[in-house]
């Protein structure tokens, strides 16, 4: 009778390992058309070591001290450099953003709370400032769990509607507003990365090169559909991909194929840390 | 004057067994009935407790009656100390504690012997004091008379301890002095800093100020949102589950004290007395203290008028200054015996496992566990637009923020009431600061930088909202006034906070305590810019406000109102009050009137700093509704 020994520590440590190298990988393949700078370098670097950070205080294995150091430290680095600069650093970020997104929603399928849906709550409001063509794939997503998801524990579909999209709501009427007081023009959108961001990512990426690019989220798809592990998860992936993607042809001056990049790269990091996850939580089974 | 006279026989000498059971006595002189005797002793069994506290807390006989039966019992004489008082040059001032814990007290003195008068003679006080002095005699007296006849003597010592304890024992932590002299250095240093810098530098000078106060606020802001997303996870730090409170058997619990201050609230009492008997604890453990202030007849007529069972006691606090709800509690802390206390208001509702949970939570704690705080929260949310702000602002500030405090092993201000102290080191770290008026929040820190832990526990007790904006504005600007005292006192020495709190505890000092008074201060000046901006196109702010700044400005109100608007809806969510997150949008209208008080509350801290803002309780129509259902129930 053989016993499946699950070290369950070792291999939580290798989903967290796993999902910051396929981001740090991510970050580098967006800069590496662009000589990388010792600023953009410490912003990757620093952006990494708060991506971890953030995943284990998620998983209920660290402390929140480092994790506010931490995001201090960023939000202190980020006004030091300007972002225009750092590809890498964006992509690093509109990568997060979907792999949280991604999780989020599937943490909230599995039970309904208060954290996951206030979590995608601020990340659209995040994705929003960094890249919109993320947002609106994260936007999608959200809006699939309050057609699908609505639940009694925050307050159905009314409480739910409240909670997960007052930020995004609050943040585009202040974007708005600011971009109404400062050019009189409703349309100015101040608060808004997408002009930094066209500039720097637009060269770097185009349609061909994605294509190579969705292979690998491709091809992790294919092996969790062989494996027989796919689930919502893998669904909410390709809705917000096919989304992110319908934007680009929607919002032409907003949305550009990079964002849909990042949304299945970043989706399919969950996916792969999900696996490594689901493992670590298996109970011993007897053969 | 009557004079002691030795009894058939010397007091408690007699053997247990010649003399009749207590109960029985009681049957006999037709002061109890039979089936309350078994009634009573089924309840002693499930409870550990004496049979005569049982028959006492459940107010079957008078308890004058009663304590002359059990002198007869014990065959002793019955005083009463009303007429027959007590020598007070007996006392020694250093054991008042203990005679208010062994409820007995030095009597006469005559022919060489010494005469107590006791209403317990079996407490091991008593067997303390034969032990020690061999000629010493018993005479019994009520619980009643022990604790008024102790006020009488030893009062003023109580009302000069409540009133300088803290002051003279650790005066570094007493708010007593508001600004130190050091402090007054330091700011006169600072204005004049900030004046000559703005006569020099105008334009960098605003621009610089205008900068930190943004940077300041942003980060008090994020610090919110990051405790409130921390409390939004279905578990956080520390709770007790239904299961433990189960466990517990009543014998096992200790005697639990309750202080309940009042002052001028007669009107509330009934729904008091019936809220405190709904507690799930065995009623003989209760030592439950109506704390009124001597001049405020009206409410002792009240309190009298109620016939309350001997569970309950009235604790009158002679007139001094500063007349304030710490001063009156600090006083009724000598007359505690319990070995928990709690503090509740007179219109509070806590649940009823309330004090069980908090004795789990003190097991679970440990020692090292000084308070534990109940959350707080409104039971008539739904009264008006005030009410229905003033339930958000208590569930993000009970629901969200505490949990997640103590979660961060930061010092926690505690709420006003529902706080659970281990009595011992209450008493230690010198009880409340008199003249702090947010003098729970200020214990809270203190405990902290002591090395003791305060944690929150999952049960809620439910208060009346302030419907009524005057009154409102009154308790607020007391609040806000107090915050800037406990900031005060626990600035006067930074180093040394940092040493005992840690970095973490400082900063969370500066962001929670500091920031709450700062924001609400500099709200207006926020708002402004803005307003005027929107009406002038900051043509007329341009010289002193250049663009990059009001950008900066009104991105950070707006972030700042953003982020503060959706943690008040994650903590309506969390209480389930989803009725009220749409109220959440109206929350900067709320925040411009707590700036208003803000400002009262600065004014006060000039004028009048130990001045104690009364909160006018019982206006809510639910609780006029609950005072008529409960007043009949009393009847």
Redesign the interface.
Known sequence: MLRLRVNKPAVSFLAQMAACLFMLALCVAGARQQALETGAILKIAALFCFFWLWHQQLTRSGSPWPLSLAAVSITAFEASLRIDQIPGALYLTGGVLAYITVWMFTTYRRQPGLQPLATMALVICAALLANPTVAIGCFALALSLFVFNPHPAVGGRLGFAFLLFTPVTLCVSAAVMLGFLVTGNVMAYPLSAPPILHSAARPMLDAALLANELLIPIAILASRIAAGRAGSSDLALVLIVFIAAASTRWFPGYCDVSGVWLLSLGGSAFLLTNAFEGRASARPAHA | MLEPRETASRAGRRMPNERVRLGELLVREKLITAEQLDHALELQQKWGSRLGDVILTMGWVRPQEFYRTLASHFGMEFVDLIKQPVDGSLLDRDRLLSYSEGLYLPWRSQNGALWIATADPTSPAIEEIRKSQPNVRLVCTSKFDIIWELQRVAGSKFSDDAVNHLATFDPKHSARTVVTPPQKVFLALALAAAACLLAAFPFGFVVGVNALINLFLF?SF?FR??L???S???RIGFSVSDEEVASLTDTELPVYTVLVPMYQEPEVLPILTAALRRMDYPRSKLDIKLILEEGDAQTIEAAKALALDATFEIVRVPPSFPKTKPKACNYALNLARGKYLTIYDAEDKPQADQLKKAVVAFRKLGEGTACVQARLNYFNAEENWLTRMFTLEYSLWFDMFLPALD??RVPIPLGGTSNHFDLTKLRQVSAWDPFNVTEDADLGLRFAALGYRVGVINSVTFEEANSRLGNWIRQRSRWIKGYIQTWLVNMRDPVGLIRRVGI?GFCSLQLFVGASVFSALVYPFVVLPFLV??FT?SAALSPFFPAPVL?VS??NL??GN?IL??VS??AA??R?H?SL??YA?TAPAYWLLMSVAGYKGLWQLVTKPFYWEKTTHGISKLTSAEVLRASSQSE
């Open positions: 980060v994020l949102l990051t409130c997303w921390m939004c996870a279905d979660r961060l973490q901006w929107i196109r950008v009104v991105a707006i972030a953003s608007i959706y809806m994650l969510a969390k389930h989803f997150l749409p949008l």
